[in-house]
């Protein structure tokens, strides 16, 4: 079992403020974004799935990670523009502060 945890964000882009911050990690919330881009987002606790094989050899199923299937969607009014995992948000560079950088670009 993972423990629940944090996940520290900074939009990048002109104006963060006209941005909507969609997390989907079973049941979706919506955050505005701050106008300077800073947000901490909650990370429910988990469990990967186990594997399941046939007659031990083939793989059938599982084994995934529940950070592959949720997403994070920046979004502009309606129009989502970038949508990521948060195994992939968790690769993303960090600047000093520890805030991992998810650039915009229109």
């Not at 979706?28 to 701050?34: D, H, K, L």
């Not at 059938?60 to 523009?81: A, C, D, Q």
């Amino acid at each position: 079992m993972t423990p629940p945890s944090q996940e520290r964000i900074r939009i990048v882009t002109e104006a963060p403020d006209r941005y909507v911050l969609r997390v989907d990690t079973g049941h979706a919330t919506e955050y505005q974004v701050p106008a300077d881009g800073r947000m901490t987002l909650a990370v429910p606790s988990y469990r990967p799935s186990c594997s399941v094989y046939l007659f031990n050899v083939i793989k059938v199923r599982g084994g995934e990670s529940p950070l592959r299937t949720w997403t994070i969607t920046v979004s502009l009014g309606n129009k989502p523009l970038q949508k990521l995992s948060l195994e992939r948000l968790r690769k993303l560079p960090t600047d000093l502060e520890g805030n991992r950088l998810l650039k915009i670009s229109e």
